[in-house]
Nanobody, 115 residues
């Protein structure tokens, strides 16, 4: 059973930082481009950042320059370093494959940014 477990969220003031982690089972991680997504209340789930197995990254315009995605292939973990957080970053953050059929979504991790 493939599992995704996100962690690291919390409550932070605007301008603060958080580091999210996503632990994935090896069967999905090793050869897949991974991604972070987020879903704010009442809104659709949006793509935030992607990272290929070789390390190439992409970012949504709204987080470019503030967020950094990285991965540790040995630990089957993908990270999202979030700096200069804004209230509009408030959402539940999830990880999953970037392309193709998604594996079952994890529970996500809540990020709340106060103004």
């Amino acid at each position: 059973q493939v599992q995704l477990v996100e962690s690291g969220g919390g409550l932070v003031q605007a301008g603060g930082s958080l580091r999210l982690s996503c632990a994935a089972s090896g069967s999905i991680f090793s050869f897949n481009t991974m991604a972070w997504y987020r879903q704010a209340p009442g809104k659709q789930r949006d793509l935030v950042a992607t990272i290929a197995s070789g390390g190439t990254t992409t970012y949504a315009d709204s987080v470019k320059g503030r967020f950094t995605i990285s991965r540790d292939n040995a630990q089957n973990t993908v990270y999202l370093q979030m700096n200069s957080l804004k209230p509009e970053d408030t959402a539940v953050y999830y990880c999953n494959r970037a392309f193709g059929a998604k594996v079952p979504w994890g529970r996500g991790t809540q990020v709340t940014v106060s103004s």
